[in-house]
């Protein structure tokens, strides 16, 4: 699976941005993707996570009620929606494909043998 993350840029805070993850495979895998992101010296954190059918949703505290994870048509596109943006949100968003369970399930950590897009930097400034 290969996944290829846009949409990311500088906006103010209280602005939005759209990501887009879009995954390609040569097989028909099913696999959930999760956003994750990754500020300057901190670790890595889970974001949002849709799994592959789309009916199941998970947000980490910290974005929900601004951020909205969906998955488009067709079903290889998932969008995250950055509402309400805070300096705080700033990050490289990465998507990964989780192909745990084939994708029936959203896991707030990374699968092992799952697969990661290139990353888009989010900067959020006050």
């Known amino acids: 699976v290969q996944l290829q993350a846009s949409g990311g840029g500088s906006v103010e805070a209280g602005g939005s941005l759209k990501l887009t993850c879009v995954a390609s495979s040569r097989n028909l895998i099913p696999y959930a993707i999760h956003w994750f992101r990754q500020a300057p010296g901190k670790e890595r954190e889970f974001v949002a996570g849709?799994?592959?059918?789309?009916?199941?949703?998970d947000y980490t505290d910290s974005v929900k009620g601004r951020f909205t994870i969906s998955r488009g048509n067709p079903r290889n596109t998932v969008y995250l929606q950055m509402n309400s943006l805070k300096p705080e949100d700033t990050a490289v968003y990465y998507c990964?494909?989780?192909?745990?369970?084939?994708?029936?399930?959203?896991?707030?950590?990374?699968?092992?043998?799952?697969?990661w897009g290139q990353g888009t930097q989010v900067t959020v400034s006050s």
């Open positions: 990964a494909a989780d192909l745990r369970r084939f994708g029936a399930f959203v896991a707030q950590t990374p699968d092992p043998s799952g697969y």
């Open positions: 849709v799994s592959w059918s789309g009916a199941k949703t």
